[in-house]
T-cell receptor, first 116, second 111 residues
Framework: ETGVTQTPRHLVMGMTNKKSLKCEQH?????MYWYKQSAKKPLELMFV???????ENNSVPSRFSPECPNSSHLFLHLHTLQPEDSALYLC???????????????FGSGTRLTVV | GQQVMQIPQYQHVQEGEDFTTYCNSS?????IQWYKQRPGGHPVFLIQ?????EVKKQKRLTFQFGEAKKNSSLHITATQTTDVGTYFC???????????FGSGTKLNVKP
């Protein structure tokens, strides 16, 4: 275990389904992230939450909806996805200093999502 | 916008040969990080470089940060089959939370 736990590990969903990905970090970090990894774009930042506030939305389609109820938990709600959304979704956490210092991301094992 | 370019995209080496991957940024970086992702796994943090011209070593791995803080390299001496994976650099800009990942270099080591 890396200290960042993601569930489920694998998910197959239809285009009309609604599902959620869950991430939990046990490291006491103050920032959490969602990344999308596919063959076309190896590591694509989707969302950043710093001190529980969303600070980055990297032009992600509205069919992806993040939720961060506290600094240890992060969710990604999925609805009406497209087949091209099939990818590995990685959650990460880090300890961010107030001057922008980042001491490295700890990634979860990811959720392999297939949209059919 | 800021971009981090990484080359080569793929590298196939014979076990025992050396390997180097390069990372270049269009703008000056505040720091740079390196990650390794094994096949079927997730990226794992290796190291962070902060100072201009900094060189750090981890056993057979040598990491360098350029004098102008716009480029970096990872060199592996005498590769082993356990080195197989994709190596990513991530460049930190001077904006809060902004880290830009390179496209990665996929290393294959033939025994």
């Amino acid at each position: 275990e890396t200290g960042v736990t993601q569930t489920p590990r694998h998910l197959v969903m239809g285009m009309t389904n609604k599902k959620s990905l869950k991430c939990e970090q046990h490291l006491g970090h103050n920032a959490m992230y969602w990344y999308k990894q596919s063959a076309k774009k190896p590591l694509e930042l989707m969302f950043v939450y710093n001190f529980k506030e969303q600070t980055e939305n990297n032009s992600v389609p509205s069919r992806f909806s993040p939720e961060c109820p506290n600094s240890s938990h992060l969710f990604l709600h999925l609805h009406t996805l497209q087949p091209e959304d099939s990818a590995l979704y990685l959650c990460a956490s880090s300890q961010e200093g107030r001057t922008g210092t980042n001491y490295g991301y700890t990634f979860g094992s990811g959720t392999r999502l297939t949209v059919v | 916008g800021q971009q981090v370019m990484q080359i080569p995209q793929y590298q196939h080496v014979q076990e025992g040969e050396d390997f180097t991957t390069y990372c270049n940024s269009s703008t000056t970086l505040s720091n740079i990080q390196w990650y390794k992702q094994r096949p079927g796994g997730h990226p794992v943090f290796l190291i962070q470089l902060v100072k201009s011209g900094e060189v750090k070593k981890q056993k057979r791995l040598t990491f360098q940060f350029g004098e102008a803080k716009k480029n970096s390299s990872l060199h592996i001496t005498a590769t082993q089959t356990t080195d197989v994976g994709t190596y990513f650099c991530a460049g930190g800009g001077y904006n809060f939370n902004k880290f830009y990942f390179g496209s990665g270099t996929k290393l294959n080591v033939k025994p």
